[in-house]
């Protein structure tokens, strides 16, 4: 009898951390991966993070219980159409982009009512993208967002939320319009202040004399430009009215600090970046903790289809999260 299986779809970081996530403790499973790049199923493979390649889409979903498609937004579609008609009866698809609202149209458009889907969305620290930086901790005291449509059944929702549990991670369920308004401040605005930064110093005549001076400082805040330019531009364009709501109110932001800095008003400039670094410490050290104060995802009480098909609500005491300090 073929041992449960679990399907891969992507392989950078995401999808490579979930394979090794899942490898580091006793499993009854398999892990069959799938990427367009060669190298990075290659480097997957080479990690530990599948037990085996499969260089066609359809066989490496062939049988799955569980299809993770850890793929750029722009993939998502196209891979939904090409699997719609060959994934096994009650499988559970998940997918890990930053925006939500569209991929579930998408599942609801392409996918067959005899699987079920849920939109999910793992928050994770790493500066690092590409299979090379991908480990087993990456999901430790991380939030992972699940956001189900009001018709998924309660099993699937389930199974996602045991898949963040063995991941190390903590559920945080909540709508997928609501996800997509938060996420548009903290993931889509970075990228595009990131863009503005270094397009309104490179733009100037004095760039030339400029460049020599940028440090570190300017080379950490203009980071994300050097990501891949499709993944930033795909969430910002399904996801236009949040986008432009937080840009809307950056640009306050930021004329608030140039009549500030105009009329010389040192004291509230002082008092400003005092409490800006006040509030980035203690985010951060609520994030190393996953100590989030107002709890409002309900624990995982019953294990789901993950639990049941491949054992993943069981997590060993040496790995549950850290209780907050």
């Given amino acids: 009898m073929s041992?449960?299986?679990?399907?891969?779809?992507?392989?950078?970081?995401?999808?490579?951390?979930?394979?090794?996530?899942?490898?580091?403790?006793?499993?009854d499973f398999e892990i069959i991966g799938h990427d367009k790049n060669n190298t990075a199923a290659s480097q997957a493979k080479k990690l530990g993070a599948v037990d085996k390649v499969e260089w066609n889409l359809i066989n490496a979903c062939d049988g799955a219980g569980l299809v993770i498609l850890a793929l750029p937004l722009g993939a998502i579609r196209e891979t939904m159409q090409a699997l719609a008609g060959e994934l096994a009866t009650g499988a559970v698809v998940l997918d890990t982009a930053t925006v939500k609202a569209p991929v579930l149209a998408w599942a609801d458009e392409l996918l067959p009512a005899s699987v079920a889907f849920v939109g999910t969305h793992p928050i994770v620290a790493s500066a690092q993208p590409g299979t090379a930086a991908a480990r087993a901790d990456l999901f430790e005291r991380c939030s992972w967002?699940?956001?189900?449509?009001?018709?998924?059944?309660?099993?699937?929702?389930?199974?996602?939320?045991?898949?963040?549990?063995?991941?190390?991670?903590?559920?945080?369920?909540?709508?997928?319009?609501?996800?997509?308004?938060?996420?548009?401040?903290v993931e889509q605005l970075p990228a595009l202040a990131s863009m503005a930064l270094l397009t309104s110093a490179a733009s100037q005549p004095v760039w030339r004399e400029m460049r020599r001076l940028a440090g570190g400082?300017?080379?950490?805040?203009?980071?994300?430009?050097?990501t891949d330019p499709n993944v930033f531009g795909d969430a910002m364009l399904h996801n236009p009215e949040q986008v432009v709501r937080w840009i809307d109110s950056f640009i306050d932001n930021m004329a608030a600090w140039r009549d500030l800095i105009a009329a010389g008003d040192n004291e509230t400039i002082s008092k400003a970046f005092a409490e800006a670094a006040t509030t980035r410490e203690r985010w951060l050290s609520d994030r190393s903790k996953g100590n989030w104060e107002e709890a409002i995802t309900p624990p995982v009480e019953h294990p789901g289809l993950l639990a049941s098909l491949f054992g993943l609500g069981r997590r060993s005491a040496k790995r549950q999260p850290a209780k907050p300090s």
């Fill in 3 to 27: 041992k449960p299986r679990i399907a891969i779809v992507g392989l950078g970081l995401i999808g490579s951390s979930i394979g090794l996530a899942l490898s580091r403790e006793q499993r």
């Fill in 217 to 226: 400082q300017f080379e950490s805040s203009t980071r994300l430009v050097s």
């Fill in 145 to 185: 967002a699940i956001c189900p449509a009001p018709t998924t059944a309660e099993s699937a929702v389930k199974t996602a939320a045991d898949l963040a549990v063995r991941l190390g991670a903590q559920a945080h369920f909540l709508d997928a319009a609501e996800h997509d308004g938060l996420t548009a401040a």
